[in-house]
């Protein structure tokens, strides 16, 4: 698909219509790290959609004016073009105005609707507040969502509908793209499969019924706000002395991970998804400049991680953002002894003994009251 053929023929928004969606928060095992304008990939990425760290939010087209709700916005974005208001967990956040303002016109194209209504936008986590667990990839697809709900252009929420709000979730931020469906998304143009797009992610579906219950716990190691802003991260690669090799890299993983998703070959999984997490970081140690995301007790779980499945053979795996946050990734069958090593050994590495148990799920959907 061409960006071009999102634009719309025909949209039927309705005055006072309200579209409420949630979206899932995604951990990829394949990572984008570095992209190009607009938003378009410099390589391949695939990730687990997960099931209890989510977005949820509701959007209510009004008239535009005169509403006091656009006159707010209007004041402090500078801006006559676009009227909303947004609150986050019942709370105004003018802060975030720029943000949604910079998506809506990245959007406005494939939503010309956008610059003819109010839009009041009310959204809140289900995982805790500065968790470090980046929220910007359920933030904006469940926002994409909402609007593409209420544009009217898809009366059938079929595919054609979750490709779209993937293509859109992308322009606010690229790993959004992959929150739309589940288990499994892949995003970015790659020869190894073959409907791969760099402007939308797609549903993965050659894959071993293992993953489709795999869990991730979440080892909140530091909660604090992350060091290195993605968008800072993704320039970093512009000038990075090995970034053709990791981008032409991130091709051949996909390709391996592909046939081990199919297989079901744990081995082959643990050892991409653990290279994967370890090159993301070995890019911000060697560019310039420089950083260090990893804490002293995301290395102290890595070692135990490693020790406990040298002992037990238990499949388990790490991957890691861009943060310091430990992601342990195993079958739902090792679930059991998996938390009591959690409990027994690495909850001591963690701010506040704080972890999360998500799995994999299936995706967005919409919010009944
Ligand atoms: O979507 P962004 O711009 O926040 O970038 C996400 C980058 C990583 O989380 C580090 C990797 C990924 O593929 O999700």
Known sequence: MEAASYIPKN??????????????SNIALVKYWGKYEPQIPANPSLSFTLSHCKTKTKV?????????????AESQNGTSEFSFDFKFEGTAKPDFHPKIKAFFNRV????????EYHFSIESENSFPHSSGIASSASAMAALSLCLLDLSGEFPEKGDSFYGKA????????????RSIQG?????????????????????YEEIHEVFRSYQDS????DKGAKVVSSTVGHGL??????????????????????KALKSGDLPSFIHIVEQEALTLHAMMLSSSPYFILMKPHTLSIIEKVWAF??????????????????????????????????????????????????SVGTGSSPVFE
């Open 60 to 72: 209510t087209l009004q008239e535009k004016a005169p509403h006091l709700g656009s006159q707010v």
């Open 218 to 221: 979440i080892l909140l190691v």
């Open 237 to 258: 690669m512009e000038n990075h002395p090995y970034a053709a090799a990791r981008f032409a890299q991130a091709h051949s993983q996909i390709a391996l991970l592909a």
């Open 166 to 177: 993937s293509f859109l979730a992308r322009l606010g931020s690229g790993s959004a793209s």
């Open 108 to 115: 406005h194209s494939y939503l010309p609707f956008l610059s």
């Open 309 to 358: 499945r040298k002992e037990t053979s238990v499949p388990l795996c790490f991957t890691l953002d861009a943060g310091a946050n430990v992601h342990l990734l195993y079958p739902e069958q090792q679930r059991e002894v998996v938390v009591q090593f959690i409990e027994n050994e690495l909850v001591a590495h963690c701010e506040n003994e704080q972890y999360i148990c998500d």
């Open 11 to 24: 949209q039927n928004p309705k005055l006072g219509e309200t579209a409420f969606w949630q979206a899932p």
């Open 183 to 203: 288990p499994l998304m892949q995003w970015g143009n790659t020869p190894s499969i073959e409907a791969s797009s760099d402007i939308t992610a797609l549903k």
